[in-house]
């Protein structure tokens, strides 16, 4: 799923916000339901046109959409309001996930991160329930206040499953901060509440299998999701075993010092004979004007056709998202694990007093798991 490409929608509060294919699925369905199976059956509804139904299935989609989204934003926002960095929000098949850099330095932070997005749900619940009160009763057609019944109803569910006490859920990181705060043992309370999040998967794949053995295929989803929580329950304390086994290593102890880097002016035909060809490495710092301006990588000059390289500048091709590839020197490499996610260049560069002193690789930080855990 995650390999599917994400269209980004903009930033709030200065969060990127990404949708990602697969949500459009989502979207398609949950307006396909509500157009021809639950709208229509409601009494109030009979005798509408095609077109109302499916333009009132289209307006819940996009609030619940704007639902999830205020979801992951109370999460965003409270991580970073304890000094936590939100690198982005994706929504995607499964709902949202916000991308946050670094865990929550104490169980106090990370409790009042995971209640904020389950809170927001039962707000929103509350205030789609007031409006759908207010709306009925004022005896406004039905495709204002069902829709409305529709939105309270829905984020009421979002905010109470995701309160169930099982990491990677909401519920799993109250439950875990609550550990960490009693035994002060952060990877203790992760390998409990990991262990409570693949007891609910399972539970959530068997509840699927049993229904579906008597004939009912209601429960497929909610059989998928279930898998999902467990696999990423188990993904969740193996990380924390990695985390634990490097914690309070600096960046500055396992960079690779002094990089050789490229100049943004080399046309991508010299690039790729002096540098890529029989080269020691698949990525380089790129400098242009006396700094440093990003990261040039083989798969960056692939996107080019290869007839163009003579004429094409590597400056053009870098990846000049510096935010997100400095990181400095004294910084945590339990840190940087984010940002080596399968889609980011695989390479950090390490600015120290406005310098390049060092880049962080992939594989830097690989071998340093391998010989720590
Ligand atoms: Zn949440």
Redesign the pocket.
Known sequence: VFDLPSIRLGRVFGIPIEVNASWLAIFVLVTYSLAQGVYPSIPAAHGSAWWVFAAAGAATSLLFFASILA??LC?SLVAKATGGNVDRITLFIF??V?QIDEEPKTAGKEFLM?V???AA?VVLAVVFFGGFFVTALVGAPWWVWEPLRYLAGINFTVGLF?LLPGFP??GGRVLRSVLWGATGDLLKATRWAAGSGQAIGWAMVVAAVVAAARGSLDLIWFGIIGWFIASLAGQAYRQQVVRSGIAGVSVAQVMTPNPEYVSGELTLERLVAEHFVGGRHSRYPVMHDGTIVGVVSLSDVKRVHRAEWPFVATLDVTDKDMGSLVVSPDQPVEQTLARFGPDRPGMLLVVGEGRLVGVLTRSDVVHLIEVST
């Open positions: 979801h992951e999460h709902g949202g916000a995971a904020a997005g389950p749900s995701n859920l909401d």
